[in-house]
């Protein structure tokens, strides 16, 4: 862990935060490699099951350090991609907790995560081709996958900003907060998730973001080689002798 990546735990949520707040949080190379070795941590801790990303003084992100881009200061990981994030997201879900601005590579960090909650203020952009770049960490190949074709068009055509009320009404946000909750709600979000087995929670998390592509006649067949172990764990019968015995379930991610 760096300066520029703060990280926070509780209640099995891990909070990380991009610790750039003069430079509106713009990603480099130090960025990249700490939330990398952040998430390569905290994936191998069993008592961790969720994630919240986020940016430090009210903007999730400006996207990447164009100054440190000049001076070959590039904000990728190998096998992580830009942020540590976008080509290899975590196993655990994660959620994005998004204030402010969330532009170019940071809107491609929040579209790599599983959830996003936003303030009602955040806005949301792929701007790269204003200044003459594209976005290469996910962002238009991402997008089309979750908002209307031509509504994809237009935002990555345009470079324009869209608030998170737009980006609600499409889907692509989960919830709205009040300006300055979007932390607060991120949390209630991600404690509901991690408050479920862990095991289950990454064979689901597997099973949605692999099965986009499988045919008809294997999507069974490789859903039961991912979610089969989770049916024999000991956290299955924990679950099942804790809704017996009407108490809440303990796992432990075995």
Request: with cysteine.
């Amino acid at each position: 862990m760096s300066d520029e990546v703060l990280v926070e735990e509780s209640d099995g949520v891990a909070v990380i935060t991009i610790n750039r707040p003069k430079a509106r949080n713009a990603v480099n190379g130090a960025v990249a490699r700490g939330v990398a070795e952040v998430l390569d941590a905290l994936d191998a801790r069993p008592e961790i099951s969720a994630y919240v990303l986020t940016g430090a003084g009210g903007t999730f992100s400006a996207g990447m350090d164009l100054k440190g881009f000049l001076t070959g200061d590039l904000p990728v990981v190998k096998g992580r991609g830009f942020g540590g994030l976008t080509e290899a997201p975590p196993k655990k879900p994660i959620v994005a907790a998004v204030e402010g601005y969330a532009l170019a590579g940071g809107f491609e960090l929040a579209l790599a995560c599983d959830l996003i909650v936003a303030s009602a203020e955040a806005k949301f952009g792929l701007p790269e081709p204003k200044r003459g770049l594209v976005a290469a960490a996910g962002g238009i190949m991402r997008l089309p996958r979750r908002i209307p074709y031509h509504v994809a068009m237009e935002l990555a055509l345009t470079g324009d900003h869209y608030p998170a009320s737009r980006l609600y009404e499409l889907g692509l946000v989960n919830r709205v907060t009040e300006p300055g909750a979007a932390l607060e709600g991120a949390l209630e979000l991600a404690r509901k998730v991690a408050a479920n087995a862990p095991l289950a929670l990454a064979a689901t998390k597997k099973v949605i973001i692999e099965s986009q592509d499988w045919s008809l006649e294997e999507m069974f067949a490789k859903q039961s080689a991912i979610i089969n172990p989770v049916f024999g764990s000991k956290d299955a019968m924990e679950g099942a002798a804790a809704f017996a015995e009407k108490r809440a379930p303990q796992w432990k991610g075995e």
